[in-house]
């Protein structure tokens, strides 16, 4: 069975520093696709990275950056420079190739307070 | 960024009652998705369809019903709304099951 853990509940940093958020997983796919999403305080949920496992190369997006660590099943949210605004829940999810369903697992969510 | 339209914004309804959410995507997207979100259980999969007429069974289906009656519209159905259905709903699309664009979401309460 596929599964996600977040295993960081709340985080809290200060404003402009950088902050890295773990996540893990469990696929028997040979291929699958890594997603992170934050939810707002307004409860929209919104696409922010993604990493396919054949690529090696670490994905980044704007201040996001990923640390795919395939070995440990692992995939890192990175935020730099983080702002107010970067406050939210964010959450990992991964789906699989097999049978193409297009289904998506989530892990149940970090908490980021960004401090002024 | 793919366009998806949920409604209503909040429901409220009884035991027993019958609801129907609707979702709406612009962006020629094939699958789409129901989500119900709750504290501790995080995003879990209701329903999903890769085309008009098809339907999935997700991972917590039971006491729910879904429709996709176009491209671009898909329904989340409750016929028998308990409260253990009060629950924060999402309806995501995707284009071939990859990346999830989710709409705003519908808040549920069943008195």
């Known amino acids: 069975a596929q599964k996600v853990t977040q295993t960081q509940t709340s985080i809290s940093v200060m404003e402009k520093t950088t902050v890295t958020m773990d996540c893990v997983y469990e696929t028997r796919d040979s291929s699958y696709f890594l997603f992170w999403y934050k939810q707002t305080a307004s409860g929209e949920i919104v696409f922010l990275i993604r990493?396919?496992?054949?690529?090696?190369e670490n994905a980044t997006e704007g201040h996001y950056s990923l640390n795919f660590q395939k070995p440990k099943s692992s995939i890192g949210l990175i935020i730099t420079a983080t702002q107010i605004e970067d406050s939210a829940v964010y959450f990992c999810?991964?789906?699989?190739?097999?049978?193409?369903?297009?289904?998506?697992?989530f892990g149940l969510g970090t908490t980021l307070q960004v401090q002024p | 960024e793919a366009a998806v339209t949920q409604s209503p914004r909040n429901k409220v309804t009884v035991t027993g009652g019958n609801v129907t959410l609707s979702c709406r995507q612009t962006?020629?997207?094939?699958?789409m998705y129901w989500y119900r979100q709750d504290t501790g259980h995080g995003l879990r999969l209701i329903h999903y369809?890769?085309?008009?007429?098809?339907?999935q069974i997700g991972d917590v289906p039971d006491g729910y019903k879904a429709t996709r009656t176009t491209q671009e519209d898909f329904f989340l159905l409750l016929e028998l709304a308990s409260p253990s259905q009060t629950s924060l709903y999402f309806c995501?699309?995707?284009?071939?099951?990859?990346?999830?664009?989710f709409g705003s979401g519908t808040r549920l309460t069943v008195l």
């Open positions: 369809s890769y085309g008009a007429g098809n339907l």
């Open positions: 999810a991964m789906r699989g190739i097999t049978g193409n369903t297009g289904k998506l697992i």
């Open positions: 995501a699309s995707s284009h071939w099951g990859e990346t999830l664009y």
């Open positions: 990493q396919d496992s054949y690529k090696k």
């Open positions: 962006n020629s997207h094939n699958y």
